[in-house]
Structures are given as C-alpha cells and as structure tokens.
C-alpha cells in the first residue's frame, strides 16, 4: 500500500502538477479589461494562486499600463493599490517556484511599476536569477540584464558574469533581437577585441532580422554610441531601417537615433530631411511640457526658419512651466538652433537662475557655454554662476570635474581663479589625460588673454601652471607605447597649447607606433593630421600604402579625411596616382549614397591636389544635385553652410579654370559679390609696407594697385602691369584705401587677359604668405595658396608669391634689402 501510495504522490511532488482550475483563470486574468478586474481575481484566489498565474498577473497588469499615456503615474498609482501589496506578497512566497522566463520577465514588471531597487522582493528576485544565471536561455539573459541596466548596476561584478556567457555562447546566439539587448547591457564593460566580435556578429546576423524591426536597429547604434565606434557598414544598415520605417517613429525614437547619430558623427541627409518632416508635423499635436520640450531640442537645431519662429512662440507661452533639466535641455536646443530670440532667451535664463544650485558642475558648463554664446547678460547670474563654480572647484578631487569647472569660469565675463583654485588644478594634473590637459590649458590661456587686456601683464602664477602642463603632458606621451590606449587619449585633442607644447613629440610617437595604423583607426589619424597642418611624409605615406592594401575594408564615408591632408597639406605620396585612383575608384561607387555636402568637399579636396573625376563633376554640378543640396544647407549650422557654399564657388572656379571641356558653366557672381560686400579686412603691417615699396619701385602709387579682384574673384594683394621692356605702366585710378572692400574692374567670366594689355606687356600679382599658407614644421606651401597661384597664372598673371619667413628674415632685416628683394623678383635683376 505505501509502494502505491508513493507512486501516487511522487508526480505531484517532482513536475508540480496545477489545479485544474488554473487554466481557466489564466484565462479570466487575460480577458479582464482594468487592473481592478485582476486585483479582484487576485483577492478571491489568493489561496490557490500558483506561480504561474501570479506572473501572469503582472503581465496582465504590465499590458494595461503600456496602453496608457503618461507611464509614470499610472505605474506608480497602480504600486500604491491597496491590493499590489497582495500580488507583491504572493510573488515573494514563490520565488524559488517560478520557471526562468517568469521569474526575470516578474522582475522586470515590478521595477516598471517603480518598486525600489532595494525592496525585498527585487533583491529576493535579483539573487535567485545570479543563482540560475547559467543556465538562462538568451532571451531571459538579455531581459535579466536589462533589469540591471534598469539599476544602473552597468559595472557590477553580475554584468561582468553575464558578458562573459555572452562572450563564451557568442558563436551560437543566433537572435540579433537577444544579441542586441544584450550588447547595450554589457558596452561598458568589454574588451576592444569582444567588441570587434559583437559588431561582426551583428553585422552577420542583421539580414536575419525582420525590416520593420526598428528596435533592433536602435540598440545597434545605441550600443555603437556607448562604444564611440562610427562603424559604418552596420550604420548603413540600421539607417535603411530608420527610412524606411520612418512614418512609424514616435518622437523619443526620432530623438535618440538623431542623439547617437551626433554622437557618432554620422551625418545621413534623408533620414535628418524626413525626420524634420516628421518632426513638424508634430509641433501643433504636443500640447504637454514634456513632449513639447523634446520636440523642441530634437527638431529645433534641424528646423527652418519658420519651425523654429512656432517653436520659440510656443515654448515662450509654456516656460512657466519647465523644471530645472527641462529649462537646461531647451538652452542648450537654442544656443544649437543660433537663437536670437530675446523673450525667450531672458525667460529661460531667469528659470535656470532659478534652479541654479541645483545644478552639477557639467551643467553650469553647458549652461555658461549656452549663455554666452546666445550673449546674455546679467551681472547677477553670472555672479551667482562665478561662486557656485569656485564653491565646487574648492572640494572637486576629480580631474574631469576640476577640468569642467575651470574651463566655465574661464568663459565668464570675469574669469579670474583664486589660490585655491589655481591649488586645485595642480592636484590634479598627474592624474590627467591628455584631453584633459589640453582643456586647462585653454581655460588658462583664456584666463592670460582675460588678464593681459584687463592689466597688461602675465603673472608668474599662470606661467607656471602652463609650465606644469607641458611637463605632465610630455611624461603622458612618454608612456604611451600602446597605439589604442595613446588614441584614445588624442583624438579628441583641438587646442592650441598642445599645437605649440607637444605636438612635435605626438608624431614622433605616432611615426613610432605607425605600423598599427590600419583599415579601423586610418581616417582618425587622418584627421588629426588635417587639424594640426603638420606635415609628416611618414605618416601621409603610411595612409596612402593601408588605402592601397585595404580599400576593400575601408567604407567610401571615410575617404574624405582621408583625403583632407593630403589636399591641405599639397602633398602627393610616392605612389600618387595609384593612391588617389583608389579613392575616386570608392567615391565613384558611392555617389548616390554619400551626401551632398559630403561630395562637395570630396570634389573640392581632390581639385586642390588637380584631380577632376568627371563622374564626380557631373554629379555635382547638376540642377537636381543644387536643388538637393540646397534643402540640406537648410538644416546645417550657419558656420557649416556657409563653408559648404564657399567650397562649392571654389570648386564650380576650379572646374572653370583648370577644366573647360567639361562646359561647366560660373554661376557665382552674385554669391561673391555678397561675399565680398561683407569684407572689410585691413592690410597688415607687412603688407602696408609692401605696397609702400613697391609704389616708390614702380614709380609712384598710380603703377600699383592693392587689394584688387581677379576675374573669379580671387582677392589680389598688389597688381602692376609692365610693358614689353619691363616698364612700369600706369593703371589708372583705381586704387583702394586701407580696409575698403576690393575693386573688381574685369568681365567676371572672362578667362582670355591678353587682350586688355598692350602687345608684350604681363599683369602682375604679388601675394604676401603668412604662416597660415604654410605647413607648420616646414616651408611647404599648402594647397589652397598653390591652388591660387595655379589659378592667377591661368589668368594671365606673373604672380611673386612673397613668404614671411623670406620677408622677416634676418637677411633681410634693412629697407635696402628688402627693396631689392623686390627689383629682383619684378625685374630679374637689381634694377635701378
């Protein structure tokens, strides 16, 4: 009887049969229609409930809430129910009962419905997955780690459990939606070699992946962003989900996709033009401060004058209302969108006044940047700013905050640092990076120019600080014998100090670790390269031999700083055409893909150094393309459009010039004309001199003309004509005074000079070079000056081109020197 009676029993006890009933609650719990027809459930069976139906309870209750609006408040209304405590109760009694999937996905529902992370129940919960953590399936890892995540636990010793199963189970994980979740949970906490992996991984199995499934591609780039790794094959892919799911993106998507993008430098025309689109369409539907502050930093910087008149009346009407982040989130979408909106700009800056102490040491930077560049002024607030920061800089100990706060009082209107602030920032200078030293160096160096027009002088205090920088920013360079690590630190480097200071010990550790500069890290190194104008033929080489090798590798987005030294710095590598044929051969492929903008600049870099692929050109130069280009000028920061328009003028003058088969019409003047109005730069000194001299050598002021137009308006800086037997000519009274806007006195489009001269007789033009026109370390003449000199002389002119460094020479230190400089280079002999 006990053999019969054990076997009975032992089902019950080993697979954990339900009540009969159990099903058919699940099913009641499933058809209720309000979280009081579950609770009521809950309360009447609350005896019998099995693990089972209470995750399924809080499933149930989870769907109710993800139909609401405002998720917040209805989450937390339904934790203070009177009867949550009950399900809460339950869940914790049967812990060690529920299945995998129930006990992680019961997890997650409780801390969306806010529960403290430190509830019993959360950490009962947290512990038994830890315990199971092994045997998860990835869809219940991913959802686990998205729990912690949700904790902020990114760096836990549990995370780092979790990448390494990831890591181990990589090469079988086949669902990209798990994969994906998963690579955002564990970003901060792997390796740049597991990062590779996951990228690859993601790359191979995104095909895989249902089109519409824009979540996917979203934590694809959001995990990309945590990295800072612009990989562009999978942005590309991601991309093409985003436009073409674009109709289905609520404005938090639209947001955070435009945030990465930002993030990653990765600029996409189309996507940035339809979400604008998309955008707009939403201004008169978000009548709540939280969605309409979000629209307004998201469509705000890309809108077009009209969007953003309707913006700024709009939230002027809702400031009232605005808390401190919101209030901090719209300065920095006005000072992003050029605002000059003046109500606005007073009633924001008095709500963050407001707020002020409230505020960490990031935000008063962001706030001080916003402020000054949108030129508000209140003595008051900036009072008040100036004592928060050096409050904070007083007990500051890290050196990224220390560096932030010092880098804000050096942008107020009085950016003087105290004793203890100037002691502060020694503390912590052995433990910088080299970004971090380059940004006390420019807060200090603005702090000097601060105090030398306020007092006339340095003191011995700001020297030595500089002094120190220059010590510990030597002893980091020192150390670096590891390419990655010795990046990381520079590619965010842009001040000067490190340009004058470091910047010759920075390529010779480049030069040493060159033989690391691969398809991956390329376009960075170029880019530097670019940013510093220092001419290294080791490293240009280097560039050109990976592009050679590895094109196949390298993604056509990279090419143009690529590109960018080599047409800077008029370089040509020993393998010139091969080199630049690779690159054409890449961008030819890609031409309807890369934008707009983008194929301006390709086309601009590559006509300094004479190359005028004509597909390119065609491509360029097309009603279509302008018409295209013209709505994404729209969107682009003043000072970008205007350097796309500049770059376009220079290239349609190129193409002109140097290409006239191609029937490539100048249709600029009236663009330069505009431009030009607005000029009204001064000689220099040198230049005064110049001119000077030259009017006493030609025989008076009437042979010599200053600051004259070309045809295609290149500015001159002193024009002459001699005759056949080298005899100054008078040209007339056309001469300008200093600062007056230069004279164009040709046919704008006229390409044939000749026949404006007498027979035999040249037009000369002398250019004085300054530093700017040359490489840094050598007297290389960079490409735009030669691009010029190429030019005028297609014109018609005899240009001397007049260096600094011959000009200030000791050599030529005397007036007698320096005239005769001149006679010879006019003349070719010292004529008398």
């Known amino acids: ?22 099903e058919s609650l699940i099913v009641k719990m499933n058809n209720c229609t309000d979280e009081e027809q579950v609770f009521d459930l809950i309360e009447r069976n609350k005896a019998t409930l099995t693990e089972e139906q209470v995750g399924c309870a809080f499933s149930t209750l989870w769907r109710f809430q993800k139909q609401k609006i405002n998720l917040l408040r209805n989450a937390e209304s339904v934790r203070d129910h009177p009867k949550f405590l009950t399900l809460h109760n339950l869940a914790t009694s049967k812990i060690k009962l529920m299945n995998d999937s129930t006990l992680v996905n019961v997890l997650y529902i409780i801390q969306q419905f806010a529960v403290e992370a430190h509830d019993p129940i959360v950490e009962a919960l947290v512990t038994e997955a830890w315990e199971r953590l092994e045997r998860f399936d990835m869809n219940v890892l991913s959802l686990f780690s998205t729990c912690l995540a949700d904790q902020h636990l990114y760096c836990s010793p549990l995370m780092g459990e979790i990448a390494a199963i990831v890591n181990r189970n990589l090469e079988t994980i086949k669902d990209l939606r798990s994969l994906s979740v998963l690579m955002v949970s564990i970003s901060a906490l792997i390796s740049r070699c597991f990062q590779e992996q996951l990228v690859k991984k993601a790359e191979l199995l995104f095909d895989t992946v249902d089109a519409s499934n824009v979540n996917v591609s979203r934590r694809i780039v959001q995990f990309l962003r945590n990295v800072k790794h612009s990989y562009y094959p999978l942005l590309e892919k991601c991309n093409k989900v985003f436009l073409s799911n674009i109709n289905h993106l609520n404005l938090d998507s639209i947001s955070k996709i435009l945030g990465f993008y930002q993030v990653l430098q990765f600029h996409s025309f189309e996507f940035t033009i339809m979400a604008k689109k998309r955008l707009s369409e939403m201004i008169s539907l978000s009548d709540h401060p939280d969605n309409f502050v979000k629209l307004f930093v998201t469509l705000g910087p890309i809108a077009g004058p009209e969007e953003k008149k309707r913006l700024q009346s709009t939230m002027l009407l809702m400031s009232e209302e605005l808390t401190s982040q919101q209030a901090l989130a719209v300065v920095g979408a006005m000072e992003a969108m050029e605002s000059r909106n003046s109500h606005l700009i007073k009633k924001i800056a008095s709500i963050l006044h407001k707020y002020l102490d409230n505020y960490k040491p ?30 904070s800089l007083k007990v500051s100990v890290i050196p990224s905050e220390v560096s932030i706060l010092v880098c804000a009082i050096s942008m107020l209107p009085s950016p003087h640092i105290s004793e203890e602030g100037t002691s502060r920032i020694e503390a912590v200078l052995p433990q910088c990076h080299l970004s971090e030293l380059d940004d006390f160096a420019s807060s200090i160096l603005r702090w000097i120019q601060y105090d030398h027009r306020c007092s006339a002088r340095i003191t011995g205090k700001q020297l030595k600080l500089l002094q120190k920088l220059d010590l510990h920013g030597l002893q980091r360079l020192q150390e670096r014998n590891n390419f990655h690590m010795f990046w990381k630190e520079l590619k965010y480097i842009k001040g000067d100090w490190f340009c004058e200071s470091l910047l010759e010990e920075t390529i010779d550790t480049l030069q040493h670790l060159m033989d690391e500069i691969n398809y991956t890290n390329i376009s960075g190194v170029a880019s530097f390269i670019s940013r510093t104008n220092y ?61 707009p903008l983008v194929l301006v600049f390709l086309g601009f870099s590559l006509a300094t150094l004479e190359y005028f692929p004509e597909d390119l050109l065609k491509t360029i130069f097309n009603i279509k393309f302008l018409a295209k280009l013209d709505s994404q000028l729209e969107i682009l920061p003043s000072s970008l459009r205007e350097r796309v328009q500049f770059r376009l003028m220079e290239l349609n003058r190129a ?35 110049i001119y000077r001299m030259l009017a006493d050598i030609l025989g008076g002021v009437n042979c010599v003309k200053a600051s004259t137009l070309s045809p295609y308006y290149y500015t001159v800086d002193f024009e002459c004509i001699l005759d056949k037997r080298k005899r100054p000519l008078p040209c007339g009274n056309r001469n300008i005074t200093v600062g007056k806007q230069p004279g164009m006195y040709w046919e704008p489009s006229t390409q044939i000079v000749g026949s404006a001269l007498p027979p035999g007789a040249e037009r000369i033009a002398f250019e004085f070079l300054d530093s700017r026109a040359f490489c840094r370390n050598l007297p290389h003449l960079k490409g735009k000056s030669a691009m010029k000199k190429r030019h005028l002389e297609i014109l018609g002119y005899h240009v001397i081109q007049i260096p600094h460094f011959e000009w200030n020479s000791m050599a030529m230190s005397k007036k007698d020197a320096r005239i005769r400089y001149l006679r010879e280079h006019i003349f070719g002999t010292d004529k008398s």
């Open 655 to 689: 193409v002109c010039l140097e290409c006239p088969e191609f029937e490539i019409p100048w249709f600029h003047d009236r663009f330069c004309q505009q431009l030009f109005n607005k000029d009204t730069g001064n000689m220099s000194l040198a230049q005064q001199e």
């Open 535 to 595: 001419l290294s033929s080791l490293l240009l080489d280097r560039i050109a031999s990976v592009v050679v090798q590895q094109i196949e590798k390298i993604h056509p987005f990279s090419i143009l700083p690529i590109l960018l030294p080599f047409s800077i710095l008029n370089y040509d590598p020993p393998q010139r055409d091969e080199f630049f044929g690779t690159c054409i051969r890449c961008i030819n492929a890609y031409l309807g893909i890369l934008d």
């Open 362 to 391: 990031l935000e008063l930077l962001r706030i001080t940047q916003a402020l000054i560049f949108l030129q508000f002024q209140s003595k008051e607030l900036f009072v008040k700013l100036r004592d928060l920061l050096l409050s």
């Open 1 to 22: 009887m006990f053999r019969v009676r054990a076997i009975s029993t032992f089902p019950w006890r080993v697979f954990q049969f339900r009540p009969f009933s159990c």
